[in-house]
């Protein structure tokens, strides 16, 4: 009865450093979500896994930004030459199915230094 | 102007208020309302999960949507200090992917 894991919970890097986050979503959903969460502001959608279908990846504030799900399982959001504003929480959600509610994990917070 | 909007608060309430908390939206294609709740630290967890407009219960809290207003609300009965927390209204057309839309939540603080 798992739900959505992520690691790490933490993460603290320096600017210009590349990152990897990761994502594990509860067995046998097929949609996985990111978001990100800065102080004081709502969840803002980055990307979308459904399925075997290609990503949604029309929230990715720039090239920096990318992600991949491996087997449609775990996913992974890499970003690459970190900068200052990239500091935020990062979650995770997945669903069964895309029209169904969508389950969180804890998220990762990065800070970049 | 955001696509939705929700009053930051803190609200403060004593223990076994009723509490109402609100978002207001501006895009009539909405049809599938959600309240998160977000305890300091970890993820937005489902609370209610509504279609189109009405009514939903559940134990001491009731989701209401108006659709003709564009406005949902969040009725938590007898509220205890567990409640307190940062309660986040989400929304999504329901047509193809399912890109929510987020409120920036609401801090309830409920003292014993």
């Known amino acids: 009865g798992a739900g959505v894991s992520q690691s790490p919970s933490n993460k603290v890097t320096e600017k210009g450093k590349d990152v990897e986050l990761r994502c594990d979503p509860i067995?046998?959903?097929?949609?996985l979500y990111w978001y990100r969460q800065s102080l004081g502001q709502g969840l803002e959608f980055l990307i979308y896994?459904?399925?075997?279908?290609?990503?949604?990846k029309s929230g990715l504030p720039s090239d920096r930004f990318s992600a991949e799900r491996t087997g449609g399982s775990v996913s992974t959001l890499t970003i690459q030459r970190t900068q200052q504003e990239d500091s935020a929480v990062y979650l995770c959600?997945?669903?069964?199915?895309?029209?169904?509610?969508?389950?969180f994990g804890d998220g990762t917070r990065l800070s970049i230094l | 102007q955001k696509e939705v909007e929700q009053d930051p608060g803190p609200l403060s309430v004593p223990e076994g208020a009723i509490v109402s908390l609100n978002c207001t939206y501006s895009n009539s294609a909405f049809q599938y309302f959600m309240w998160y709740r977000q305890y300091s630290r970890k993820g937005p967890e489902l609370l209610m999960y509504t279609y189109s407009s009405g009514n939903k219960e559940d134990g001491r809290f009731t989701a209401q949507v108006d659709k003709s207003s564009k406005y949902i609300s969040l009725f938590i009965r007898d509220s205890q200090p567990s409640d307190s927390a940062t309660y986040l209204c989400?929304?999504?057309?329901?047509?193809?992917?399912?890109?929510?839309?987020f409120g920036t939540g609401t801090r309830l603080l409920v003292s014993p």
């Open positions: 959600a997945s669903s069964l199915a895309g029209h169904q509610p969508q389950h």
């Open positions: 067995s046998g959903h097929t949609a």
């Open positions: 896994f459904q399925g075997n279908s290609a990503p949604d």
């Open positions: 989400a929304m999504t057309s329901g047509t193809g992917f399912q890109k929510l839309v």
